[in-house]
């Protein structure tokens, strides 16, 4: 697309060229600035105990604005042999970071009486201010007890999105 606006007289003459917007243009609050979104490609199996641990699914903003405003939403479904405890997931920022998503909550475990596994379905999302020009977001997950998860049959996914301020 080339093109301009006004008249080429103009001081305040506006052209456009291949789509570039200059730097100097400002969003009004509440737009989207850019999405991200990730889901696992590898095939994981992770022993979880009681702290939380990465699961392999992240996904990266660069080129953030300091203060505004990161939309994270997650959703994530492993497969467990094991029987007891309760899986929680959540987000954190930079490896560093708990988000305490809502999803931190206990997941629902549906069994597969064929093979005596389990499947834990989780969803959750989060907030967060930016307070540099790239950040991180991980799903990370661990059980109330000891135990095995894999991610291998179903795929978590991750999305992140900056909003203006």
Partial sequence: MSGYIGSKRSSSLVSFDDGTIGSGVVFPAGHV??????YSTTATQKTLT????AINTSVTLSNLTAGNKIHIQYFTIVDTEDTGG??????????????STPGSQGATRTQDVTSLRFVVAQ???ANFTATSSSHTFTIYAKNSTAGTIRDDFIKSQITAMEIQV
């Avoid at 309760?86 to 988000?99: F, H």
């Fill in 86 to 99: 309760t899986i929680y997931t959540t987000v954190y920022v930079d490896s560093t970071t708990d988000l």
């Fill in 123 to 125: 969803s959750g999302f």
């Fill in 50 to 53: 009681t702290s939380y641990a």
């Fill in 33 to 38: 600035l850019q999405v991200q979104n990730s």
